[in-house]
């Protein structure tokens, strides 16, 4: 299911990524607030080995991942 889940997620070939960042704070309360990638609120774990260590119990890594519907409009 996971993988089905990042199929549906695909970028239209040849289009690349694109990420957005929000606040973590605001998703937990059902809320889609954008901020800059480097805002305390949005950089979580990621290149943070301290936070990527303190995420880790009996070898699972806790995500606590939240997700949300994000349509982007072509122009």
């Not at 970028?11 to 998703?27: K, P, T």
């Not at 609120?41 to 991942?65: P, R």
């Amino acid at each position: 299911m996971a993988e089905a889940t990042l199929g549906a997620t695909f970028s239209a070939v040849g289009a690349g990524m694109q990420s957005i960042y929000v606040d973590r704070e605001a998703l937990n309360k059902g809320l889609v607030v954008r901020t800059d990638n480097d805002a305390p609120a949005s950089s979580a774990y990621d290149n943070d080995q301290e936070n990527t260590t303190a995420m880790l119990e009996n070898g699972w890594f806790l995500t606590g991942d939240i997700g949300f519907l994000h349509v982007a409009l072509l122009a």
